[in-house]
């Protein structure tokens, strides 16, 4: 059985930093590759951020580019989201979830709260 477990999240004030991180269990971390995703109040969940099973490519979404760096450590099973000059509009309840061959997204954990205060 899939589990992924998000921890990193709480209260920060505008321009502060979070790093927030998902551990894996029950399948073989490093063939997947992961991803960052997150919904905000009254808004559709939106994808964030991916990383190839190697680590090696990441993509992200234009309005976090330059400011939230997705890594991964295999040998831990972990994957990270380090959030930098996070805005009030960062606020989410952020996910991380892994992929299957085909690049589909198969598991969710179950989130972890973000609050930017302004």
């Known amino acids: 059985q899939v589990q992924l477990v998000e921890s990193g999240g709480g209260l920060v004030q505008a321009g502060g930093s979070l790093r927030l991180s998902c551990a894996a269990s029950g399948r073989t971390f490093s063939r997947y590759d992961m991803g960052w995703f997150r919904q905000a109040p009254g808004k559709e969940r939106e994808f964030v951020a991916r990383?190839?099973?190697?680590?090696?490519?990441?993509y992200y979404a234009d309005s976090v580019k330059g400011r939230f760096t997705i890594s991964r450590d295999n040998a831990k099973n972990t994957v990270y989201l380090q959030m930098n000059s996070l805005k009030p509009e960062n606020t989410a309840v952020y996910y991380c979830?892994?992929?299957?061959?085909?690049?589909?997204?198969?598991?969710w954990g179950q989130g972890t709260q973000v609050t930017v205060s302004s």
């Open positions: 979830a892994s992929a299957v061959p085909g690049g589909q997204y198969a598991y």
């Open positions: 990383i190839h099973w190697s680590g090696g490519i990441t």
